[in-house]
């Protein structure tokens, strides 16, 4: 089955800085990546997300990037805020979803 | 109505009791979905249901039992669990199966005792 990984397991960023998370996976017929934020205590929502068709997609301060070739994909976050303090996971889905192990995003102020 | 919407929030339950979680949408989607979340942990697949019927079961053990009644609810029937089963249980939906965008519920916090 997919398998994901991701990195890194923390990261502290000051306000105003970029945040880069990636992602790698396994299976090359993997098709949809997406990304999800988790606050404490909250449900996964899904921020952005990218076809296997498409290299960028960007909403604002958010950016997903997907290297086919390399299997890998990779979250930007830009003009990060304090409000953008969560846990990252990203996601890899050929017939189901499969996550990474999470990113635990802090913007100090 | 764009929501997941689970129940209840928080349950506390023995090993030896029986209880049921409940999950519900009506935006049309055909497949839907449990995940456990351990803490500081990612969702983990439980279950599958694609057009009412369990597609996917991924290896759980029988004291979780799935049901999916019709097109919009999905329940989880538990049965003397163990205190390692304590977890937030995620119910999701999407269109279809194998088609993005799943929708999360907010889940149930599960505390087994």
């Known amino acids: 089955g997919e398998n994901v990984e991701q990195h890194p397991s923390t990261l502290s960023v000051q306000e105003g800085d970029s945040a880069v998370i990636k992602c790698t996976y396994s299976?090359?017929?993997?098709?949809?990546f997406p990304w999800y934020k988790q606050e404490l205590g909250k449900r996964p929502q899904l921020i952005i997300d990218?076809?296997?068709?498409?290299g960028e997609k960007k909403d604002q301060r958010i950016a997903v990037t997907l290297n086919k070739t390399a299997k890998h994909f990779s979250l930007h976050i830009t003009e990060t805020q304090p409000e953008d303090s969560a846990v990252y996971f990203c996601?890899?889905?050929?017939?189901?979803?499969?996550f990474g192990a999470g990113t635990r995003l802090t913007v100090k102020p | 109505d764009t929501e997941v919407t689970q129940t209840p929030k928080h349950l506390v339950m023995g090993m030896t009791n029986k209880k049921s979680l409940k999950c519900e949408q009506h935006?049309?989607?055909?497949?839907m979905y449990w995940y456990k979340q351990k803490a500081k942990k990612p969702p983990e697949l439980m279950f599958v249901?694609?057009?009412?019927?369990?597609?996917i079961n991924e290896s759980v053990p029988s004291r979780f039992s799935p049901e999916c009644p019709n097109s919009s609810l999905l329940n989880l029937h538990l049965h003397a669990l163990q205190p390692e089963d304590s977890a937030l249980y995620l119910c999701a939906s999407s269109q279809q199966h194998r088609l993005l965008g799943y929708t999360f519920g907010s889940g149930t916090r599960l505390t087994v005792v």
């Open positions: 996601a890899a889905s050929i017939n189901d979803m499969r």
């Open positions: 299976d090359s017929a993997s098709n949809y």
């Open positions: 249901y694609s057009y009412e019927k369990l597609s």
């Open positions: 990218i076809r296997s068709n498409v």
């Open positions: 935006m049309g989607h055909r497949a």
